[in-house]
């Protein structure tokens, strides 16, 4: 029977991943990143100006 590290020795692949697939899963990265920031700059500058809004209309 297998003890400690040996069983996830067992686990590990032998060969190399292809170029072409680092490759994408580097590009479906930075596209998610991207993508993220794009939200985050508009929703931001949406939220913002929402607070800005309602807080004008709270001077009495």
Do not use: C, Q, W
């Not at 692949?13 to 998610?32: F, G, Q």
């Not at 700059?41 to 009495?60: I, N, P, Q, R």
């Amino acid at each position: 029977m297998p003890s400690g590290n040996s069983v996830l020795k067992d686990l590990e692949p032998t060969e190399e991943v292809p170029e072409y697939l680092k490759r994408a899963l580097v590009s479906e990265v930075n596209t998610i990143r991207d993508t993220m920031n794009v939200v985050t700059h508009f929703t931001e500058h949406f939220l913002g100006a929402l607070v800005v809004s309602l807080s004008v209309g709270d001077t009495d």
